[in-house]
């Protein structure tokens, strides 16, 4: 009898562990399929072939604000002026998180500088929000001064970093139209076309 | 078929099973590359002349892919890579030598910035006294990592060297 408990207790417990890896495998198929899809969506080109760096927030493990109500959040900028994303109501808007010692932020906050003028009769508004950590005011002015931005720049508070479910990776950049729904997101940096695509769907154009 | 019989076919099923879990195992790439610090420390124990002062190397390797700072990168908002030695007894620091970095390019035209960076494998070298026997040198690699299109936040990475006197 006690034989049968045993051999009965084997089995169940390899039926288990063969069950466990199937089931994982399945879902292994299946995220790598959705991967796949967002790669390819609209028509445009996976990031090896297109250059970009840009890649799907989902693809990165974390959750998607697409289709969502961008958070609101109220933050000082560095001239320690207030300034809340309901300020911007009505207006399309950006919000670019970036931060000093990052070099692929660097690079694309000038084309956001050049959008931000050249989209301004269609209401756009770009705000950056740095996520050094506990950097001075004056020491992210310089940073946001040297890489030739005006728009304004934000100083985190303890919440925003975890309102947009930021991860690891900078920069990362939600595109918000003029109902307050995020639209489009990125992490890394995209190409300049393909920042211009995601302002111009943000605008309506 | 008797009990031993099953047993034998219940544990020759068991690497099947073993195996089919060993197909899940580990994240989506996206997944764990956000969990990776990019920055792995290889060096093995070194065993040096006790009481003189000796060149010791501490060996990292940066992640294909990714890139860091180098000890003196070009901007000063960049963040160099940097060994800090943990207070200890046993073996004592006199200097630290970083090796040169390699010129990398980010972006490209006119839009392209330089950045002095180490990629795949390096060496700090570091100049130490060792009392005899086996003692322990501890200290933190401080690094920020990037690729060609996204950066980390900065990071310390603990290190523990062996070093025994002779």
């Known amino acids: ?205 | 078929m008797g009990f031993g019989s099953w047993v034998f076919g219940v544990v020759a099923v068991m690497p099947v099973a073993l195996l089919a879990q060993g197909i899940s195992f580990g994240d989506a790439p996206g997944a764990s590359a956000a969990k990776k610090g990019h920055v792995v420390f290889i060096s093995d124990g070194a065993v040096v002349e006790a009481g003189k002062p000796e060149v010791i190397e501490l060996q990292f390797r940066v992640d294909e892919g990714f890139h860091i700072n180098s000890h003196t990168p070009p901007d000063a908002l960049l963040i160099p890579t940097l060994f800090k030695v943990d207070p200890g007894e046993g073996v004592k620091v006199l200097g630290e030598e970083y090796p040169k970095g390699a010129a990398f390019k980010l972006g490209q035209g006119a839009d392209a910035e330089m950045l002095d960076v180490y990629q795949g494998e390096f060496r700090v070298r570091l100049r130490v006294v060792a009392a005899k026997g086996a003692q322990t040198l501890a200290g933190t690699l401080r690094y920020q990592a990037c690729d060609h299109a996204a950066c980390f936040p900065p990071r310390s990475l603990p290190v523990q060297v062996a070093i025994t006197g002779k």
């Open chain 1, 1 to 205: 009898m006690r034989r049968i408990g045993v051999l009965a207790a084997m089995v169940v417990l390899v039926g288990l562990l063969v069950w466990a890896g199937v089931y994982n495998l399945r879902q292994r198929r299946a995220a790598m399929q959705r991967a796949q899809i967002v790669l390819v969506k609209d028509g445009t080109n996976p990031p090896a072939a297109s250059g970009s760096g840009s890649v799907d927030v989902s693809e990165l493990g974390g959750e998607s604000l697409k289709g969502k109500v961008a958070p609101a959040f109220t933050l000082v900028d560095i001239s320690g002026k207030k300034v809340s994303l309901a300020d911007f109501k009505g207006h399309p808007v950006v919000i670019n998180f970036w931060a000093t010692y990052c070099g692929p932020c660097k690079l694309e906050m000038p084309w956001f500088q050049e959008f931000s003028g050249k989209y301004q009769p269609q209401g756009l508004v770009v705000l950056g929000i740095d996520q050094d950590e506990d950097m001075p005011r004056d020491q992210v002015a310089t940073g946001a001064k040297k890489s030739g931005v005006s728009y304004p720049i934000l100083m985190p508070d303890k919440d925003i970093a975890k309102n947009y479910a930021l991860g690891d990776y900078l920069p990362q950049t939600f595109y918000v139209d003029k109902n307050g729904t995020v639209v489009e997101e990125s992490v890394g940096t995209p190409t300049k076309d393909e920042m211009e695509a995601n302002i111009r769907k943000v605008i309506g154009l």
